[in-house]
């Protein structure tokens, strides 16, 4: 399968607790976006990189979260002292380069009790 | 006030019947505007990408259309299919990201 992968697939975790998700994406595509997606909602855009120079991050991205993609291909999303509100959908896009098709991955869903 | 605005929010229908989905935006300038299926649980597949210059791009029994006067895209359905049961997003591309609608949740009945 050469498509879009992350894991876990499902996270359940205690608020307060620290998660980490992880992104690959398609083989040489550059971009990379991080999107949160909640029930009945349109994902909402969380931050992208050009290889592996983090160029946007949205407002919706607190300071809890990181995001990382260290040599270009796999990256990190980390959310540090979980609050319920994170309970989301986390979905990872890449993209050959600016304005092409977006290649999403399953998502992993986090439920924080 | 969310940019790109969907309709009807959820839509059933007989399989084998048409149906058309219905996006209204006004994010303004943009590069594209594209339209996704998401299968419950998944992540959204591109369906259709148009430049605001285009007014019409098919892609199978999936035809959509794009009117910039009026900031108003839709996506048709023909001869819809079981599998055809998803959430369709519609999502404007500008400033190197994407903003998606609500979406418009379909489901095709037997």
């Known amino acids: 399968d050469t498509g879009v992968s992350q894991d876990p697939r499902h996270k359940i975790t205690k608020r307060g607790q620290n998660v980490t998700f992880r992104c690959d994406p398609i083989?040489?595509?550059?971009?990379l976006y991080w999107y949160r997606q909640t029930l009945g909602q349109g994902p909402e855009f969380l931050t992208y990189?050009?290889?592996?120079?983090?160029?946007?991050k949205s407002r919706l991205l607190s300071d809890r979260f990181s995001a990382e993609r260290p040599k270009g291909s796999f990256s990190t999303l980390e959310i540090q002292r979980t609050e319920q509100g994170d309970s989301a959908m986390y979905l990872c896009?890449?993209?050959?380069?600016?304005?092409?098709?977006?290649?999403f991955g399953p998502g992993t869903r986090l439920l924080v009790l | 006030k969310n940019q790109v605005e969907q309709s009807p929010q959820s839509l059933i229908i007989l399989e084998g019947k048409n149906c058309t989905l219905q996006?209204?935006?006004?994010?303004?300038?943009?590069?594209?505007l594209r339209w996704y299926k998401q299968d419950t649980g998944r992540g959204p597949v591109s369906l259709t990408i148009?430049?605001?210059?285009?007014n019409t791009k098919s892609n199978g029994r999936y035809t959509a259309t794009l009117d910039a006067d009026t900031k108003q895209s839709s996506l048709h359905i023909t001869a819809s299919q079981l599998s055809d049961s998803a959430s369709y997003i519609c999502?404007?591309?500008?400033?190197?990201?994407?903003?998606f609608g609500t979406g418009t949740r379909l489901t095709i009945i037997p």
């Open positions: 896009a890449s993209s050959p380069g600016v304005g092409e098709t977006q290649y």
């Open positions: 083989s040489e595509h550059n971009r």
């Open positions: 990189f050009q290889n592996e120079a983090q160029l946007e």
């Open positions: 996006c209204n935006y006004t994010v303004s300038p943009f590069s594209n």
């Open positions: 148009m430049t605001f210059s285009e």
């Open positions: 999502v404007v591309w500008r400033d190197e990201k994407l903003t």
